[in-house]
């Protein structure tokens, strides 16, 4: 998960050196965190929040079949 999310976002802001992605998980539950540099915040959430909320979906699709439960935070 936290690679795809890593991929995804690399691929949508301009400084993707920056782009940082922290992983806490248990058994059934996986809560990621993205940080990325202040000037591709916007890049990242999107108007109206389209893009995070795009992620997201393919977060809960990629969990779903691991019969998991994913949490992202844009930081």
Known sequence: MK???EVIAKALVSEPDQV???EASDDRE???TLSVAPADMGKVI??????????????K??????DKHVTLDIE
Do not use: H, P, Y
Request: glycine share 6%.
């Open 61 to 66: 699709v990629a969990a779903t079949k691991e």
């Open 3 to 5: 690679e795809l999310v």
């Open 46 to 59: 999107g108007k109206q929040g389209r893009i995070a909320k795009a992620i997201r979906t393919i977060l």
């Open 30 to 32: 996986t809560s990621l």
């Open 20 to 22: 940082v992605v922290t």
